[in-house]
Nanobody, 124 residues
Framework: QVQLVESGGGSVQAGGSLRISCVMSTSTDFDYCMAWFRQAPGKKREAVATIDSDGITSYVESVKGRFTISQDNKKRTLYLQMNGLKAEDTAMYYC??????????????????WGQGTQVTVSS
């Protein structure tokens, strides 16, 4: 059983920064593939960044150079540092995990475990 709880969302002006977090609760020591997704109103859920069990990261093109995914394995916490935020980054951000390694190109379907989301709003 895996539970994911996101936090750290909020409102920020364009150009600003925000860090969101996701804490995983699990009874296993398995190294999961972790990911951040986002979904804006009326749009499909899209992968933002992933970090696999070997620590290899991947990013959607629109956030490269601005967002950084990282994790603290001891604390079972996943982070997304977002710099240079733009109005189009406004969305609900979700944390996801799976036993299999995936990159952003895999999309949301393969991921088995999901958090409830945290809202990020960027005003221009």
């Amino acid at each position: 059983q895996v539970q994911l709880v996101e936090s750290g969302g909020g409102s920020v002006q364009a150009g600003g920064s925000l860090r969101i977090s996701c804490v995983m609760s699990t009874s296993t020591d398995f190294d999961y593939c972790m990911a951040w997704f986002r979904q804006a109103p009326g749009k499909k859920r899209e992968a933002v960044a992933t970090i696999d069990s070997d620590g290899i990261t991947s990013y959607v093109e629109s956030v490269k150079g601005r967002f950084t995914i990282s994790q603290d394995n001891k604390k079972r916490t996943l982070y997304l540092q977002m710099n240079g935020l733009k109005a189009e980054d406004t969305a609900m951000y979700y944390c996801a995990a799976d036993e299999v390694d995936y990159g952003v190109e895999s999309g949301p379907d393969p991921f088995a475990y999901w958090g409830q989301g945290t809202q990020v709003t960027v005003s221009s």
